[in-house]
């Protein structure tokens, strides 16, 4: 299927939102892939407060997985795409992720805001010491916190139940209303479309003027909230999409 360059002039600002799927072809399972990561665990086992109040131990087996996973992978076509756009645009791109692998960060991508948390950090579940950088997998099990000996240390993970951080919400906010009166346009790829309040972003971009992609590998659920869907696996539509196929695929 032949793909068409989104719309990318001068004075475009180009809002995009990632999610698992972009990391599967670095090959990390996406969450509702046959073998999701969820198969193994169910998820209010491991990704929400009760779950880390009931078995901390678990809790840690399933990340502790996850940050052995992804230390072994490596950037796709996809995340490479996304950062030489961003070296392209500078200020008018910014790109919001839902994933917590790393990878948008080793493919180069600076303007980034990680919503869902980071999976190599982690932070006291009591006290509120920084998020520290952190690839121990803690096999042997959780450990206090060293500074306030009340607390543990837990995945610095936004889980089902806890509230985002407001100061990403706010940079998505203001990256939406500068956008305003300018060409604005708002990619979604590699989700599903069920988590909120990251499947909602393409309604507030909708509402700042953005026309809407969504680049999946199959039908999302919000799938009819875009005006464009570009069926296909991100690494080999993203480059041609984003108009930096002679740069990533050099
Ligand atoms: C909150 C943790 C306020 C990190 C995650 C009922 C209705 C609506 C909402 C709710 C509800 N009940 C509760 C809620 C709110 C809840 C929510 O949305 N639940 C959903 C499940 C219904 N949201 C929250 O709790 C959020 N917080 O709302 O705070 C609040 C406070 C208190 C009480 C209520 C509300 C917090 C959400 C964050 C949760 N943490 N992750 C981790 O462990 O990883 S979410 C988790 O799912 C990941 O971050 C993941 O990114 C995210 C979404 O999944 P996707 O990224 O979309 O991945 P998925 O596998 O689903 O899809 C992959 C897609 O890729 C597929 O479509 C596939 O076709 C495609 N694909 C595959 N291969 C490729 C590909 N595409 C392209 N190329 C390929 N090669």
């Given at each position: 299927?032949?793909?068409?360059?989104?719309?990318?002039?001068?004075?475009?600002r180009v809002l995009v939102l990632t999610?698992?799927?972009?990391?599967?072809?670095?090959?990390?399972?996406?969450?509702?892939?046959?073998?999701?990561?969820?198969?193994?665990?169910?998820?209010?086992?491991?990704?929400?407060?009760?779950?880390?109040?009931?078995?901390?131990?678990?809790?840690?087996?399933?990340?502790?997985?996850?940050?052995?996973?992804?230390?072994?992978?490596?950037?796709?076509?996809?995340?490479?795409?996304l950062?030489?756009?961003e070296?392209?645009l500078g200020d008018r791109f910014l790109l919001v992720t839902q994933?917590?692998?790393?990878?948008h960060h080793?493919?180069?991508s600076q303007r980034l805001v990680e919503i869902h948390g980071a999976?190599?950090?982690?932070?006291?579940?009591?006290?509120?010491?920084?998020?520290?950088?952190?690839?121990?997998?803690?096999?042997?099990?959780?450990?206090?916190?060293?500074?306030?000996?009340?607390?543990?240390?837990?995945?610095?993970?936004v889980?089902?139940?806890?509230h985002l951080d407001v100061d990403h919400l706010a940079r998505v906010e203001t990256f939406v209303s500068d956008a305003r009166?300018?060409?604005f346009?708002y990619?979604?790829?590699?989700?599903?479309?069920?988590?909120?309040p990251a499947?909602g972003i393409?309604?507030v971009a909708?509402?700042a003027?953005a026309?809407?992609?969504?680049?999946?590998?199959?039908?999302?659920?919000?799938?009819?909230?875009?005006?464009?869907?570009?069926?296909?696996?991100?690494?080999?539509?993203?480059?041609?999409?984003?108009?930096?196929?002679?740069?990533?695929?050099?």
């Open positions: 299927m032949a793909i068409t360059p989104l719309p990318i002039t001068d004075d475009t999610g698992a799927g972009v990391s599967a072809e670095s090959g990390i399972p996406t969450f509702r892939d046959a073998n999701g990561l969820w198969e193994s665990h169910r998820v209010e086992d491991v990704a929400s407060p009760e779950g880390w109040a009931a078995d901390k131990t678990l809790v840690w087996r399933f990340y502790g997985a996850r940050r052995d996973a992804a230390a072994r992978c490596a950037p796709n076509r996809a995340h490479l795409a950062a030489a756009l070296r392209r994933n917590v692998d790393g990878l080793r493919a180069g999976l190599f950090q982690s932070r006291c579940d009591t006290c509120d010491r920084d998020p520290f950088a952190d690839t121990e997998t803690y096999a042997s099990g959780v450990r206090s916190c060293e500074l306030c000996h009340r607390g543990f240390i837990r995945p610095h993970i889980w089902f139940g806890e009166g300018h060409p346009v990619v979604a790829v590699g989700t599903s479309g069920l988590v909120y499947a393409v309604s909708r509402r003027g026309e809407t992609w969504l680049q999946n590998l199959d039908v999302a659920d919000n799938a009819d909230d875009f005006d464009h869907v570009v069926t296909g696996k991100a690494g080999e539509v993203l480059p041609t999409l984003l108009g930096v196929g002679d740069e990533v695929n050099s």
